[in-house]
Each structure stands twice: as structure tokens, then as C-alpha cells.
């Protein structure tokens, strides 16, 4: 079965530190990857997605994160991470057949210190 | 992007009440909602997939008679705690994908509704 597992759950940084955030996955099919991003008090959004293709994906306000196959992981990298960069980060993959029913990991709770 | 709306925000409710969430997509027609719950410190899981028109699809381990999901309009999906109790509470999120548009199109999120039963 599928399943998605993140490594961090709590990380906290100072401003202009580097983050790299760990999602691991288990997964039987054709690989699809997200990541979300959940600002306090706001929407779950997406930050970026793998289906195909370039295995280094971009993704809004600077992120990016690399699907690695050999390791089965797709992690969040940021080379400056600013303060607006606090939130909750999720991975997700989608159940088998249904793209957009996710499974996701348990999250890492980002805090960046001005 | 497009914007799923969820109401209530919160809600407190006492044991063995009942209460109706309520995922709307205002700019999209949404043929297709999830719902997500997400206990304190814990993952979101999915708990059921809406289908606008037809039965809610449960997934494994959920109580499809204690919540009840109605997708009556491509706008809008009802979900409704039955007889809560303290358990259930929770933090209830929706998605929802536009419908006649490619299978991998991105679902949006709503805000969530953050459940307290007394």
C-alpha cells in the first residue's frame, strides 16, 4: 500500500538558513508527488508537484525538491528561508487510481526566527 | 487559484448533537470533493470521496451512517456529524476538483472546520 513518511517533525531555523525538509514514499505505480504548505489560519496549498519528466521540480515562493527514485524520497530544499516561511509542510502521494485522493505524511511544523 | 470556501470556521457543539459542515467551490463547478480530517499533531486522512449526484464513496474504517456527506449541487458538498461525540473532534478539510477537466487537474482546499463536541 502506499504510504508517505516525513522525517522532521519540528524544525526551526533563522532567517536565511538553508532548509531541507524529508519526505520518504512507498509507492507501487506511476509516481506522483506533492508538496503542500499550510500558513497559520490559512488554506492547505500547493507548492509544487512531480508527475514526469526533470526530477528537480520548481515550485512557488522559491522552493524546489528533488525526486531521487534509488531512494524513493522527494525532499523540500529552500536556499534562504525567510520568516513569511513559517508553516506546516506536508508531502503527499495520491491513492492508487485516484490523482487528487492523497495520503499524507504527518507534516514538519516549520518555524523561522527573524 | 480557485477558492473552496468551508462553513463554519469552528464549531462547538454538545454530545449527541448533530452537525452539517458545508464545502462550497465558489468559482469552479466541482464534480468531485474530498474530505480530510485531521486529529491535534497528526496527518490529514482521507475520509471520503463526494461525487456530485451520486453516493459517497467511505474510506476504510469510517462510518459512512456517522458522517454523512451530500454532494447535491456541483457547488456544494454537505458533510454531517451525526450523534457527535468528544472523539470526533477534530479539524474537517475539504477539496475540490473542477469537473470536465483533465484527471490530474489540482484539487483545491478549503480552510477547514475545526470541530469541538462538549
Known amino acids: 500500500a502506499q504510504s508517505v513518511s516525513q522525517h522532521n517533525h519540528h524544525v526551526i531555523l533563522s532567517e536565511a538558513a538553508s532548509l531541507e525538509l524529508g519526505c520518504n514514499y512507498s509507492?507501487?505505480?506511476?509516481?506522483?508527488l506533492f508538496w503542500y504548505v499550510q500558513y497559520p489560519g490559512q488554506h492547505l496549498q500547493l507548492l509544487l508537484k512531480?508527475?514526469?519528466?526533470?526530477?528537480l521540480v520548481k515550485g512557488i515562493k522559491g522552493f524546489e525538491a528533488e525526486f531521487i527514485k534509488s531512494k524513493f524520497s522527494f525532499n523540500l530544499r529552500k536556499p534562504s528561508v525567510q520568516w513569511s516561511d513559517t508553516a506546516e509542510y506536508f508531502c503527499?502521494?495520491?491513492?492508487?487510481?485516484?490523482?487528487?485522493?492523497?495520503?499524507f505524511g504527518a507534516g514538519t511544523r516549520l518555524a523561522v526566527h527573524p | 487559484g480557485a477558492v473552496v470556501s468551508q462553513h463554519p470556521s469552528w464549531v462547538i457543539c454538545k454530545s449527541g448533537t448533530s452537525v452539517k459542515i458545508e464545502c462550497r467551490s465558489l468559482?469552479?463547478?466541482?464534480?468531485?470533493m474530498f474530505w480530510y480530517r485531521q486529529f491535534p499533531k497528526q496527518s490529514l486522512m482521507l475520509m471520503a470521496t463526494?461525487?456530485?449526484?451520486?453516493?459517497?464513496?467511505?474510506e476504510q474504517g469510517v462510518e459512512k451512517d456517522k458522517f454523512l456527506i451530500n454532494h447535491a449541487s456541483l457547488t456544494l458538498s454537505t458533510l454531517t456529524v451525526t450523534s457527535a461525540h468528544p472523539e470526533d473532534s477534530s479539524f474537517y478539510i475539504c477539496?475540490?476538483?473542477?469537473?470536465?477537466?483533465?484527471?490530474?487537474?489540482?484539487?483545491?482546499f478549503g480552510q477547514g472546520t475545526r470541530l469541538t463536541v462538549v
Open positions: 477539496s475540490a476538483r473542477e469537473g470536465g477537466r483533465p484527471r490530474n487537474t489540482e484539487a483545491f
Open positions: 512531480y508527475f514526469s519528466g526533470d526530477p
Open positions: 503527499a502521494v495520491p491513492f492508487s487510481g485516484g490523482y487528487n485522493k492523497l495520503i
Open positions: 468559482d469552479f463547478q466541482a464534480t468531485t
Open positions: 463526494s461525487n456530485e449526484g451520486s453516493k459517497a464513496t467511505y
Open positions: 509507492y507501487g505505480g506511476t509516481v506522483n
